[in-house]
């Protein structure tokens, strides 16, 4: 079992900036990723990141305001958020993987509780 637990979620206006966070604790996992789900729409993939290397991805909608980043001694991944925009106004949930598959937008195992994130306009 993977315990996930996301804290930095609320509100913020338009163009400012949000860090999330994720600690992890029990068995090992392969990486942790970052996915958004906002009223009425799907959940769908941010960012990864795999445990070992250190191997980013990142979804288009966020690529180049959006970083995430891990502190192994801590367990803990991060998503620093810039440039807000109100399309961003969602539900983020951390997920952890247990073994490495072929595509980082799928497999993963473990889920967090979620955190809001609500941007103004």
């Known amino acids: 079992q993977v315990q996930l637990i996301e804290s930095g979620g609320g509100l913020v206006q338009a163009g400012g900036s949000l860090r999330l966070s994720c600690a992890a604790s029990g068995r090992s996992f392969n990486s942790l990723a970052w996915f958004r789900q906002a009223p009425g729409k799907e959940r769908e993939f941010v960012a990864s990141?795999?445990?070992?290397?250190?191997?980013?991805a990142y979804a288009d909608s966020v690529r180049g305001r959006f970083t995430i980043s891990k502190d192994n001694a801590k367990n803990t991944v991060y998503l620093q958020m810039n440039s807000l925009e109100p399309d961003d106004s969602a539900v983020y949930y951390c997920?952890?993987?247990?073994?490495?598959?072929?595509?980082?937008?799928?497999?993963?195992?473990?889920w967090g509780q979620g955190t809001q994130v609500t941007v103004s306009s």
């Open positions: 997920a952890a993987k247990l073994v490495s598959t072929t595509s980082y937008l799928t497999d993963y195992n473990y």
């Open positions: 990141v795999t445990w070992s290397l250190g191997i980013t």
